[in-house]
């Protein structure tokens, strides 16, 4: 374990002298490394498959589940996927350099802020080796060093694609040592690189909660935390029927095993009768499990082809992560609103309404990073906001909330100049 632990640190030592330099690489580089990236990953998409086949076999013998399954496996159109968001993020402006707030003080001092990397961001993640590709890529473009530390059930997978990026980046020119892969999987390493704050300026953990608790309350240098998420969607007593219908089975069905799909769906009462039995239609066909409450069931109940089980108190405030979701009917948006308050994780949340009014105060009461108005919960995503991919999903206040690309992976120094000055 000592030679595992000084090697991690060696890692972090050569990832420090790298994004000294990495802070002023030009964009030209750090761009062409992306295209890099993405080309590679087409050309060795056989080596990466077979890699993750092997992780794939072994997690599925071991007996992980399908939600987990489902994030670990590599399939041809994944990683054209995965190489198109790569080349998305090598299209975005390059964030760092840019100079904003620029002002002139009395006194003749000339003030403005300059948007700089972070430094090295420490990533630990479970499962998703896509993850691996998406933080390389916008700590390169960002200009930060990065230390990767995937789990043991995709070490292969891992491997195969941080000596992509690894390969990648030494042919466009980026300093040595800038992408760092942590190919030893003991857990201790993972207590000790929370530990190293000389080393790395901010961690990210993507994976279940008892990473991200674990993660949470053990570093010693700063952490952004996220991916949990309880999401409703708020069908309101103005819904247009089919647009109800339409985003609670995309938000419900179109990838159930994410962080951004639907898990409860609140009904007016006005609406329940007419806006219940189609919803419900449209879940069967894809075998949604619904675990209603009595006024839901009720209404449902009729229906003897649907999967109905009675809701309890901790189907509220559940991430089903799978085909089931919770419905509950309610009187009021403001029942609604206090339902979200009570039992939401601060992720994703919408209503459905032609009532402005109603959409205004959706917007401006509901405490979450991301609140929408007539669409999907799946749509919370780096890809799908025009990052090109994302380093996660913050759910927290400080320093990023959302999806978190380029421009949240900077600070900022404050630049004064002046012409002789000083302070009376």
């Known amino acids: 374990m000592k030679s595992a632990i000084a090697e991690l640190e060696a890692k972090g030592k050569a990832a420090r002298a790298a994004a000294r330099l990495l802070a002023y690489l030009a964009t030209d580089i750090k761009n062409k490394t992306l295209q ?17 086949q092997v992780d794939y076999e072994e997690a599925e013998t071991s007996g992980m589940n399908t939600v987990m399954l489902d994030r670990l496996m590599l399939d041809s159109s994944r990683l054209e996927t995965i190489a198109r968001d790569v080349l998305a993020i090598a ?9 904003f707030d620029n002002r002139t003080m009395p006194n003749g001092l000339l003030l403005s802020k300059k948007r700089v990397p972070l430094g090295i961001i420490g990533a630990i993640y479970e499962s998703r080796p896509n993850v691996t590709i998406d933080i390389s890529a916008l700590c390169l473009k960002s200009g930060n060093a990065v230390i990767l530390r995937g789990g043991k059930e995709a070490i292969r ?3 195969a694609l941080a000596a992509v990026v690894q390969e990648a980046a030494e042919r466009a020119g980026v300093p040595a040592g800038a992408v760092q892969f942590v190919e030893n999987t003991d857990r201790a390493l993972v207590s000790h690189m929370l530990k190293i704050r000389d080393v790395i300026d901010l961690i990210i953990p993507r994976g279940g909660a008892g990473l991200i608790k674990s993660v949470s309350e053990n570093a010693r240098m700063p ?44 009904v007016h009462a006005d609406i329940a009768e007419r806006c219940l039995p189609p919803v419900a239609a449209a879940w069967a066909r894809a075998d949604v499990e619904i675990h209603g409450d009595k006024r839901a069931l009720t209404i449902l109940k009729p229906d003897s082809g649907l999967k109905l089980i009675p809701a309890t108190e901790e189907d509220w405030g559940k991430e089903f992560l799978s085909l089931t979701a919770a419905i509950m009917v309610v009187d009021s948006l403001d029942e609604a609103l206090e339902h979200i308050e009570r039992y939401g994780s601060g992720h994703s949340e919408a209503i459905i309404t032609e009532d402005q009014s109603a959409a205004t105060r ?6 979450a990073a991301c609140v929408y108005v007539n669409a999907s919960t799946r749509f919370t995503d780096g890809s799908q906001f025009g990052l090109g991919a994302e380093m996660g999903i913050s759910t927290q206040k400080i ?11 900077t600070t900022y120094k404050w630049l004064i100049v002046g012409n002789g ?3 009376p």
């Open 36 to 52: 890099n990236i993405s080309d590679d990953l087409l050309d060795r998409k056989d080596e990466i498959l077979v890699a993750n």
């Open 91 to 99: 299209a975005l402006p390059d964030p760092v350099g840019e100079t």
């Open 157 to 159: 997978s891992n491997h």
């Open 223 to 266: 952490v952004v935390t996220g991916g949990i998420g309880i999401c409703h969607t708020y069908v309101d007593r103005s819904a247009a029927i089919d647009k109800a219908v339409a985003i609670a089975y995309n938000a419900k069905v179109q990838r159930p095993t994410v962080c951004n799909a639907l898990d409860t769906l609140l």
């Open 362 to 367: 959706f917007l401006n009461e509901v405490d």
């Open 399 to 409: 320093h990023a909330r959302g999806p978190l690309g380029l421009k949240e992976l």
């Open 421 to 423: 000055q000083v302070r």
